[in-house]
């Protein structure tokens, strides 16, 4: 059974920065493509970054050059690096799996860890 349990996520004031952790557990992370969402009040779910197995990466317009996701595949874990951080990017973080190598949502979600962010 595939698990996926998001960390990382709480309070920052703009322009600060966060980590955001996602642990994998069952036989969904080695050759498969992870993913970070998220999902602000009144929005829809949306794509901030991915990554593949082999490490190509993905990642929305409106946090390119910000944000930054990596990938542990020894300790079946994803990363989501955030830093100078706008009110906008206040939202429940999401932590995605896919199967293969895909800029699809996949069928496994975490449980999401909200990200607020003070002006």
């Known amino acids: 059974q595939v698990q996926l349990v998001e960390s990382g996520g709480g309070s920052v004031q703009a322009g600060g920065s966060l980590r955001l952790s996602c642990r994998a557990t069952?036989?969904?992370?080695?050759?498969?493509?992870m993913g970070w969402y998220r999902q602000a009040p009144g929005k829809q779910r949306e794509l901030v970054a991915a990554?593949?197995?082999?490490?190509?990466?993905n990642y929305a317009d409106s946090v390119k050059g910000r944000f930054t996701i990596s990938r542990d595949n020894a300790k079946n874990t994803v990363y989501l690096q955030m830093g100078s951080l706008k009110f906008e990017d206040t939202a429940v973080y999401y932590c995605?799996?896919?199967?293969?190598?895909?800029?699809?949502?996949?069928?496994?979600w975490g449980q999401g860890t909200q990200v607020t962010v003070s002006s």
């Open positions: 069952g036989s969904i992370f080695g050759a498969n493509t």
């Open positions: 990554i593949t197995s082999g490490g190509s990466t």
């Open positions: 995605n799996a896919a199967y293969g190598s895909t800029w699809y949502r996949g069928p496994y």
